[in-house]
């Protein structure tokens, strides 16, 4: 080769070099752009993916959290549903208990009555007889309202006896006032009078200002009338009069004296 060529030759490996270095040069920024691009997509992606990470950590947390929040749901539930069945046993248990001591309270009640009633059998009670209060046993008025049954039937013998009786075992009475005017109108009854007469006097004579001593003196007059004894009827009536002018028995007298004139 000729040393012209030569020179060309080189003159076009230099000018081949520089293009090459041109483009090389100016290749390189674009290059360089592309590399920057992927390293942002990169990052990009791998924010990305650390947020759905995250986010996925966050639901599997909240997931467990509301699988928690269930459970403890669930337990207190539980929990609850027992307390009502301990609560309806608690009830029942009241309730049996309520009925438990109602029962005792009516035995109770039931035996206090019982015993009271069986005392009230011994025990003096209060009770009121031709408007005087006093206190009687329960002997005294079974045997008084005995006889009191018998004179009401007629049976003046068996009230005689009775009456009798009653003074004998209940000599300081209550009902001695009564007990003695009515075993005169008993003895009047049977046609004892005299012995009615005397009975009439025991009262009038031991209790003078008994409501029943007017009745007892008109009924002395007539078992007077009864033997024949009209002087000691009449006396008799006027002692009514004179002592008791006001009382019912006072008018009777007067007829009675009217009709022995």
Do not use: H
Not at 229 to 234: L, T
């Amino acid at each position: 080769m000729t040393p012209l060529l030569q020179a060309a030759a080189r003159r076009r490996v230099r000018a081949g070099f520089a293009f090459v270095a041109l483009a090389a040069a100016l290749a390189a920024p674009a290059a360089r752009a592309a590399l920057f691009e992927d390293d942002e997509a990169r990052k990009a992606i791998l924010d990305l993916r650390q947020r759905v990470d995250q986010n996925i950590t966050r639901q599997t947390d909240q997931s467990a959290q509301i699988e928690q929040m269930r459970r403890s749901m669930l337990d207190l539930s539980n929990q609850i549903e027992a307390l009502r069945g301990e609560i309806a046993k608690l009830r029942g248990a009241n309730e049996q208990l309520a009925r438990d001591l109602a029962d005792v309270q009516q035995r109770q009640k039931d035996f206090a009555q019982g015993t009271d009633a069986r005392l009230a059998r011994f025990e003096p009670q209060m009770v009121t007889v031709d408007g005087k209060e006093f206190n009687a046993s329960p002997e005294e008025r079974r045997a008084y309202d005995d006889a009191m049954a018998l004179v009401r039937k007629g049976d003046f013998p068996a009230a005689v006896t009775a009456f009798t009786a009653f003074q004998k075992r209940f000599p300081k009475s209550g009902y001695t006032e009564s007990v003695l005017f009515w075993l005169g109108n008993a003895q009047y009854g049977k046609r004892d009078y005299a012995q009615a007469i005397g009975t009439f006097r025991s009262l009038v004579t031991a209790v003078p200002d008994s409501p029943r001593a007017p009745e007892a003196l008109l009924s002395l007059a007539n078992a007077q009338l009864e033997l024949k004894d009209a002087k000691g009827a009449r006396k008799t009536l006027d002692d009514l009069l004179r002592t008791y002018p006001k009382s019912e028995a006072a008018q009777a007298a007067r007829e009675r004296i009217a009709a022995l004139k």
